[in-house]
């Protein structure tokens, strides 16, 4: 009987309606078009034969249209050749979703990601939000692949969802945003309605958690995190109570734009769609074509007349209090570099004075991250990283992307999660 009941179900899945138009009316002027068409050159000419396959750059690159198409199909077939026997449920997701982009079929990726997803479960009833993140993009990919075949999968996820009561995160409600969102999109109305409720439920909630992160100039609790956010409240069925303005949120993430806060080329990856008018719902709509596309006018800065760069001093500490660590320690050494190093200079210039400041990096899709220091790694298991101040404030900027000011204290602190 529940055979035949999935039978059913499966035949009106065919039927469901699967558009994706964003509600947003938000769009941007014509006046600051070339500082999106920057920003999306600067993220294509990342891609090298030797950089980090990211599959989220390809996303963006076909979601907005390549004008890079070299690279465009280098990251492609990198992504193709690459081994995904390690990767994580989420970037396993990322890299399905990139090859679709690009018309290509990961069928082998699919049906590893679904065994996976099937004997996924949170390691406890109130994990981090942030161990959603991967998952939700899971039930993203196989809905856009395998929607009937999802179904099981993303009915104990939503319900996962509601009985988890860590703190909420933003990108982790995006994503899941997005995924529920696709689900529900493939129940047409008057079938599944038990589905639809609890899928409704779970977004209702969701979206609520969102808006309450609407800042009064649009940001959606950073501006990292802003794009992923503008997808999500764009396409839900469930709308949030707090009136969102879409063009608020647009206008001040292209001031943020031309003050130069979107060099990664991971956080344009995550911006771009959105201020394309795309989300990642659009990926199986994506049309390739080999037609070469003419790369367009940037906008013509004045270049600043040559200066030779002036030192800076930067106050670096690095601490480790945490009780059940062997090592504990708490050292300040004053470091001088030029004038707009990145963080990262800092860093190596401290290591090579003192050898106390020894740090090790690990490369993900943002970049280099710091993975240890003065031989303490970070650990998943024991929740534990190493996370960068300025001050008290946290960076919201990666190592090889934050740039000191002269006199600035920045701390390196061993924290638990």
């Known amino acids: ?221 950073d501006i990292y995190s802003t794009g992923l956010a503008i997808q999500a409240l764009s396409v839900t069925p469930e709308q949030p109570d707090k009136e969102w303005d879409c063009q608020e949120t647009m206008d001040t993430i292209l001031y943020e734009i031309e003050q130069g806060k979107f060099k990664n080329p991971m956080s344009i990856a995550q911006i771009l769609p959105s201020l394309k008018g795309k989300t990642y719902l659009d990926v199986p709509q994506v049309t390739c074509s080999t037609d070469h596309v003419v790369q367009p006018t940037l906008p013509n800065h004045p270049s600043p007349v040559p200066t030779s760069a002036t030192n800076i001093t930067v106050t670096y500490t690095i601490n480790n209090q945490l009780r059940g660590v062997e090592l504990l320690f708490n050292v300040t050494i004053d470091v001088s570099v030029k004038s707009g190093s990145v963080l990262l200079v800092v860093l190596e210039e401290a290591e090579r004075k003192n050898p106390m400041f020894k740090f090790e990096t690990t490369m993900t899709s943002w970049g280099p991250v710091v993975s240890s220091i003065n031989n303490i790694a970070e650990n998943v298991n024991h929740k534990t990283y190493w996370e960068f101040l300025s001050g008290k404030t946290p960076l919201n900027e990666g190592v090889a992307d934050y740039i000191p000011f002269d006199h600035e204290h920045i701390t390196a602190n061993f924290t638990q999660y």
């Open 1 to 221: 009987m529940a055979c035949f009941a999935f039978y059913l179900l499966s035949l009106l899945w065919a039927t469901a309606g699967t558009s994706t138009q964003t509600r947003s009316s938000c769009s941007v002027p014509s006046a600051q078009q070339p500082f999106v068409d920057g920003i999306q050159v600067l993220m294509e000419n990342s891609v090298t034969a030797s950089s980090y396959p990211n599959p989220s750059i390809l996303i963006a690159m076909n979601l907005a249209g390549a004008y890079n198409v070299e690279a465009q199909e280098l990251l492609t077939h990198k992504l193709m050749a690459s081994d995904t026997a390690d990767l994580t449920i989420g970037q396993l997701a990322l890299t399905i979703m990139a090859l679709t982009s690009s018309c290509q079929d990961p069928e082998n990726e699919v049906l590893s990601l679904q065994s996976q997803m099937e004997n996924w479960a949170p390691s406890s009833s109130n994990a981090e939000a942030t161990a959603f993140y991967g998952p939700s993009l899971a039930i993203l990919a196989l809905c856009q692949k395998n929607p009937e075949a999802t179904l099981t999968t993303a009915v104990r996820f939503a319900k996962t969802l509601l009985a988890n009561s860590s703190p909420f995160n933003v990108d982790t409600g995006a994503v899941a945003t997005l995924a529920l969102t696709c689900m529900y999109n493939k129940i047409s109305v008057g079938s599944g309605e038990s589905y639809r409720a609890l899928f409704g439920q779970v977004l209702k909630d969701i979206v609520e958690n969102i808006s309450m992160r609407i800042k009064d100039n649009g940001i959606i609790g």
